[in-house]
C-alpha cells in the first residue's frame, strides 16, 4: 500500500463510514446494486458474526473510499462451501479499477486463509455492468447464469448474471 493508504476490516461498531459511502453508490450507480436505499437491509451491518464473513474497506488518508462484503454460506450444511461478494463499491473514480483489484486480491487471500472450507466466491451483478464483470472476470469468476428481469428499477427491468470462482487450495490472488 502507498503511504496513508490501508485495506482495513470494516466492522459494525467501527465503520469508517461505511454506510455513508455505500449509499453514495447507491444513488450514484443504482443499476449496479440490489439494494436500494430505501431498503432497511441496508441499514444492517452486513457482517456482525466474523465466523460468516467480513466486510473489507479501503481507506485513503483515513477516509474510506471502497468496499467490499464476503458472506459465507455456513448457516446451511449443504452450501457450506459456497461464499458470496457482496455490495462492492469504489467511489473514487480516477482509481477506481486499481482500488477495487487491491480490494479483490485481499478478498480472495482472506477466504483461502480464513475460510479454507469455501471452494467457490459468487457474485450476482447486473448485466449492463460491463466494469464490474470485466474485474471478475480478470480474477477468473466464470458467468454460469443469466436471469432475466430480476432487477426493477422503476419501470426498468434489468438481467442479473452469476459469476463463480472455483478456489484451488494452489490458487494465489
Known amino acids: 500500500m502507498r503511504g496513508d493508504a490501508s485495506i482495513v476490516i470494516v466492522k459494525n461498531n467501527h465503520d469508517h463510514g ?14 449496479n446494486f440490489t439494494l436500494s436505499p430505501q431498503d432497511p437491509a441496508l441499514h444492517e451491518f452486513p457482517t456482525k458474526n466474523p465466523l460468516k464473513g467480513f ?16 458472506t459465507v454460506m455456513n448457516d446451511h450444511a449443504k452450501l457450506s462451501h459456497v461464499g458470496e461478494i457482496s455490495r462492492m463499491y469504489v467511489a473514487n473514480e480516477g482509481k477506481r479499477p486499481a482500488l477495487a483489484n487491491r480490494l479483490l486480491v485481499t478478498l480472495v487471500r482472506m477466504v483461502q486463509e480464513e475460510f479454507p472450507g469455501v471452494l467457490w ?41 452469476t459469476m463463480v470462482l472455483t478456489l484451488t487450495k494452489s490458487q494465489s490472488p
Open 18 to 31: 461505511y454506510l455513508d459511502l455505500l449509499k453514495c453508490g447507491l444513488e450514484i450507480f443504482p443499476e
Open 55 to 70: 466486510t473489507l474497506g479501503y481507506l485513503n488518508r483515513g477516509v474510506l473510499c471502497g468496499v467490499v462484503t464476503f
Open 121 to 161: 466466491i459468487r457474485v450476482k451483478i447486473a448485466s449492463i455492468n460491463n466494469k464490474g464483470k470485466r474485474l471478475y472476470t480478470k480474477f477468473k469468476f466464470q458467468l454460469t447464469t443469466t436471469e432475466n428481469n430480476v432487477i426493477r428499477i422503476g419501470n426498468r427491468f434489468l438481467d442479473e448474471d
